[in-house]
C-alpha cells in the first residue's frame, strides 16, 4: 500500500491536471460558440451560391463541350485530396475520424494515385508518417480563419485541374452538427458536380432573369468563386467541430480527474484511519507492559 504522503502528492498532481482541463474546456467552449456563429452565418450564402449556378447553368447555351473547364469530367488516373484537421491535438477522436476515412480513402476507394494537400499539422503529420505524397501544405490558420486563407488552396487545385494534371479532386473535412455530433466527411469537389433536381427546380421556380453579361461570362466567374466558397464552408465546418470535440473531451477528463481524487481520497482516510488505529494499538500494548 503506498504511504500518505505519496497518496498526498497524487492527489495534488491530480488536482492540478484537473484545474489545466478544466481551463482548456472554458477556452474551448469561448471559441466554439464564436465558430458556430460563424458556420451558421455562411451556411445560408453557400447554398445561395449553389442556387444560382443552376439558375445560370440553365440559362445557359448547351454546346457539345462543357461550359466551363471546372465542369469538364474525363477519365480519373490521377487525383487531390484536400485532407483538413487541426493543428492542435487533446480534441477527442475529431483528428483520427478524419484521418481514418482519408486513409480508407487512399488505400481503397481512389482507384487511383493521390496526392494530399493537408490543412492542419495534424493531417500532415499523418500522411507524410505513412508515406504518402503531400504535394502542400496550408497549416497555422488560426481558430477564426477568414476567406484569404483559402484562396491559395483553390487556386492550387483548380489550376491543376485545368492543366490536366490531375483528373478530380476530393475534399475530407468534418461536419459540424451539434456540440455533441460531428460527422467527417468525403465530397468530390472538382469537376464540380451539376445541379441536382431539386436544386433545378428550385431554380425554375424563382424568378426570371436577364443575365448581363451572358451566362457563359457569368458560369466563368463564378465557378472558381464557388470552389473557394465551399473550401471556406468546410473549413468553418471542421474549426467548429474541433473546438467542440475538444470542449467535450476536455470536460470528460476533468470528470474523470474528479472521479480519480474521490477515490484518492478515500483511499487516504481509509490508510491514514488504519496508521490512527495501529498507533493507539501500539500506545495500549505499551501501556499494558508497562503495568505487568
Known amino acids: 500500500m503506498p504511504s500518505l504522503r505519496d497518496i498526498r502528492t497524487r492527489i495534488r498532481s491530480v488536482k492540478n491536471i484537473s484545474q489545466i482541463t478544466r481551463a482548456m474546456q472554458m477556452v474551448a467552449a469561448s471559441r466554439m460558440r464564436r465558430a458556430q456563429e460563424s458556420v451558421e452565418a455562411s451556411r445560408p450564402f453557400s447554398e445561395k451560391i449553389r442556387q444560382v449556378l443552376a439558375g445560370v447553368g440553365d440559362a445557359a447555351p448547351m454546346g457539345e463541350g462543357p461550359l466551363h473547364p471546372l465542369l469538364e469530367r474525363r477519365e480519373v488516373h490521377n487525383i487531390d485530396l484536400i485532407l483538413i484537421t487541426s493543428?492542435?491535438?487533446?480534441?477527442?477522436?475529431?483528428?483520427?475520424n478524419a484521418l481514418r476515412l482519408a486513409s480508407n480513402f487512399v488505400l481503397n476507394e481512389a482507384g487511383a494515385p493521390v496526392n494530399v494537400i493537408t490543412m492542419g499539422r495534424k493531417g500532415r503529420d499523418y500522411m507524410v508518417r505513412y508515406g504518402r505524397n503531400v504535394i502542400a501544405d496550408f497549416s497555422e490558420l488560426g481558430d477564426a480563419p477568414d476567406l484569404d486563407a483559402v484562396t491559395p488552396v483553390a487556386r492550387t487545385v483548380t489550376d491543376r485541374f485545368t492543366a490536366g494534371e490531375i483528373d478530380a479532386v476530393y475534399l475530407v473535412y468534418t461536419e459540424y452538427i451539434s456540440t455533441l455530433n460531428q460527422t467527417p466527411r468525403l465530397e468530390q469537389l472538382l469537376p464540380i458536380e451539376p445541379p441536382t433536381e431539386e436544386e433545378e427546380r428550385e431554380a425554375q421556380r424563382g424568378p426570371d432573369y436577364i443575365y448581363e453579361p451572358s451566362p457563359v461570362l457569368l458560369l466563368q466567374a463564378l465557378l472558381p468563386r464557388y470552389v473557394?466558397?465551399?473550401?471556406y464552408q468546410a473549413l468553418l465546418e471542421s474549426k467548429a467541430s474541433e473546438?467542440?470535440?475538444?470542449?467535450?473531451?476536455?470536460?470528460?477528463?476533468?470528470?474523470?480527474?474528479?472521479?480519480?481524487v474521490d477515490d484518492l481520497s478515500l483511499t487516504y482516510n481509509k490508510a491514514r484511519q488504519a496508521a490512527i488505529t495501529r498507533e493507539i494499538i501500539e500506545i495500549a500494548g505499551g501501556a499494558a507492559a508497562l503495568e505487568g
Do not use: C, P, Q
Open 87 to 96: 493543428d492542435r491535438g487533446l480534441a477527442g477522436g475529431f483528428n483520427s
Open 228 to 231: 473557394e466558397v465551399r473550401l
Open 243 to 260: 473546438h467542440s470535440s475538444r470542449m467535450v473531451a476536455m470536460r470528460n477528463a476533468t470528470d474523470a480527474a474528479n472521479d480519480i
